[in-house]
């Protein structure tokens, strides 16, 4: 029975471990670190943005409708981004060379980083949907301040309106410093 006993308390311990690694940064955490390449195949890390206020945002993939408007108005904002301190970051489970075309057909000058294998995903506990046996990274969002804290986390996004909401809430929290 003891022994019973101790396997249920091991694998109820061993289940909420792995759903506290999976849950995203909270609003006030410290941002989880990465490193994954862009576009371009450079290797791009958080820590490479210190004293720069990120927007790093999951979507599920290149060449669809609401991504495609996501990151159009992300482009279309991307000067009052630059005005306030602040880069944006795209992340999809999509390969460098599908970023590399869809920044090219799109016109889009900010960084998109490829996570085929879900590690930063994972990292920030943005789930995967698999819709036909096709995975696809949820869309989900993080300000994330220039020391490295989660400032705020947008855990359903809508593509339309997104990049408005974003900048409102950075405004809101430069005028707060």
């Known amino acids: 029975m003891k022994l019973l006993v101790l396997f249920f308390l091991t694998f109820a311990l061993a289940s909420m471990l792995a759903l506290a690694a999976d849950a995203p940064p909270a609003a006030g955490s410290n941002a989880p670190t990465f490193s994954l ?17 990120v927007v790093l945002y999951f979507y599920p993939k290149d060449f ?18 630059t005005a306030k301190n602040a880069a944006i970051l795209g992340v999809s489970l999509d390969t460098v060379e599908s970023h590399k ?12 980083l490829a996570d085929p294998n879900h590690v930063v995903i994972d990292k920030y506990g943005v789930p995967i949907q698999d819709y036909n046996g096709t995975k696809f990274a949820s869309r989900v969002s ?17 593509p339309q309106g997104h990049s408005e909401e974003v900048l409102a809430d950075l405004e809101q929290l430069q005028a707060a410093k």
């Open 142 to 158: 993080f300000l994330i301040d220039p020391t490295g804290v989660v400032r705020k986390v947008y855990p359903k996004v809508s």
């Open 64 to 81: 669809t409708g609401g991504c495609t408007i996501e990151a159009h108005n992300f482009q279309r904002d991307l000067d009052k981004y």
């Open 37 to 53: 390449p862009n576009q371009e195949g450079a290797q791009v890390s958080l820590d490479q943005f210190k004293g720069k206020w």
């Open 101 to 112: 075309s869809f920044c090219t057909k799109e016109g889009l000058n900010f960084k998109l």
